[in-house]
């Protein structure tokens, strides 16, 4: 198997590398999708892997375990969210009771989610809630937690990782995470540089300056499409490779081919820090320069 660019761009000293994948949906998942995906993730070294949930399709215990035996595959720390996938559907008791039992057996605790190094801090935050079964939410503990760790060096780029989006162009409101932008407002002057999201299987880049006022602040926004679930949505299995540096973000979309049996890199789209917000560079670089 070959593998593209190990980069997206030359890697100068204060540039981070940061895999994204989500609904990975162990249960429904490509074994042949899997097995490539992690060979891939492998050969790029990221510094980080974010997974913003669903790692199964019913939250069943040999799921967990096919999922845990996928993460540990992965050299790189890694920040992970639960899904609403991964609340037990069925197990009523389970679900009310119980609801991130065994994402806590198997995955870890979701509130010691982060991931921080002197460029960049992660933090993840779970959104899945066993009230609705598709729709997320966010609460004020949540983001007073988020909030502290982000203030804590005001140089770092900050990167907040849901399951649930924030803002995408393509989502039905009932799609997005609840009190979104009651949420984003609390942030203050610590708001995230960058959202990443799953959930709806479909990738997409943009900004969240449409959406929400921010009294000038402007945040990336990075959905990621399903990385290994047979329920594609018309769309590829797909993950994200961000280069993070103080005043670029890059981020560069990874799709499969069945035909020739990979991931290889299909679109790259930069942001540049102009003040306080983020904004989309009109002419990015093309995937045809990115090959190595």
Known sequence: MRFVCSSLLP????VRKLVHISDLHFGRADPAVVAALGNTINALAPDVIAVSGDLTQRAKRHEFIAARAFLDRLGSPKVVVPGNHDI???DLRARFLSPLKRFQQYVGDPAAAVFADEEIVVVGVNTARSLVFKGGRINMEQVQRARALFCAEARRVRILVTHHPFHLASARRRELVGRAATALSQFQDCIPDVLLAGH?????TGTTAKRYDLTGRVAVVVQ????????RRGELNSFNLLNVEQDLVTVGRYDWSSQEGEFSIAA?????????????EANPIG??????
């Open 88 to 90: 037990p559907f069925y």
């Open 287 to 292: 995937a045809s320069d990115l090959r190595g």
């Open 11 to 14: 890697m100068a000293r204060a």
């Open 224 to 231: 990621a499409g399903t990385a290994t679930s047979t329920r």
């Open 200 to 204: 709806i299987h479909v990738h997409e």
């Open 268 to 280: 790259v789209h930069r942001y540049v820090r102009r003040g306080l917000a983020w904004v989309i």
